[in-house]
T-cell receptor, first 115, second 112 residues
Framework: DTEVTQTPKHLVMGMTNKKSLKCEQH?????MYWYKQKAKKPPELMFV???????INESVPSRFSPECPNSSLLNLHLHALQPEDSALYLC??????????????FGSGTQLSVL | LAKTTQPISMDSYEGQEVNITCSHN???????ITWYQQFPSQGPRFIIQ???TKVTNEVASLFIPADRKSSTLSLPRVSLSDTAVYYC?????????????FGAGTRLFVKA
């Protein structure tokens, strides 16, 4: 199984809603990532978890709250978002094995629309 | 992390070989060069990675000159399904994927 699965595929939410994005991988990878991608732009790194600990937060607003319950799961909790937060949210994982290729495996993303 | 510069877009025809060049003038000694492909509404997909000279796999070839200040992704005999955005990334593999930062990418459009 070389897949990263993200749910839901599409999400529409109001600015006062609370929602969560989910990501799952069963490749035994120990690093997991959240990226945000606006239309016709490259993915922007948001968070990195390494061995279930948050290791990188790229100055992301607190209305985005990541969580890594175990080595296979990654969540992104959303609260009080703004319309400009509408984007494709991508989850990725990698082996975290120093000395070999740090290849990232991406999910298909969640297309988020904030109204 | 070394910054990369790629052409914004390229056009090609089916059956042609496509070469996309990436400049990374301040590449560090430990840096590897990695290319990803992304289709609309999908996550990027790893294509190829190399350190020097030439790397080839079933999808593409990667040519890296001796000074390593640039690299060229070569896609042999493209088809319509190769229409995508191609990203060149440079980073130290030993620090892992902690900061896999994407540049602007090259939009390749393959025509019939």
């Amino acid at each position: 199984d070389t897949e990263v699965t993200q749910t839901p595929k599409h999400l529409v939410m109001g600015m006062t809603n609370k929602k969560s994005l989910k990501c799952e991988q069963h490749m035994g990878h120990r690093a997991m990532y959240w990226y945000k991608q606006k239309a016709k732009k490259p993915p922007e790194l948001m968070f990195v978890y390494s061995y279930e600990k948050l290791s990188i937060n790229e100055s992301v607003p607190s209305r985005f709250s990541p969580e890594c319950p175990n080595s296979s799961l990654l969540n992104l909790h959303l609260h009080a978002l703004q319309p400009e937060d509408s984007a494709l949210y991508l989850c990725a994982s990698s082996q975290r094995d120093r000395g070999v290729s740090e290849k990232l495996f991406f999910g298909s993303g969640t297309q988020l629309s904030v109204l | 992390l070394a910054k990369t510069t790629q052409p914004i877009s390229m056009d090609s025809y089916e059956g042609q070989e496509v070469n996309i060049t990436c400049s990374h003038n301040n590449i560090a000694t430990n840096d590897y060069i990695t290319w990803y492909q992304q289709f609309p509404s999908q996550g990027p997909r790893f294509i190829i990675q190399g350190y020097k000279t030439k790397v080839t796999n079933e999808v593409a070839s990667l040519f890296i000159p001796a000074d390593r200040k640039s690299s060229t992704l070569s896609l042999p005999r493209v088809s319509l399904s190769d229409t995508a955005v191609y990203y060149c990334l440079v980073g130290d593999m030993n620090t892992g994927g902690f900061k896999t930062i994407f540049g602007a990418g090259t939009r390749l459009f393959v025509k019939a």
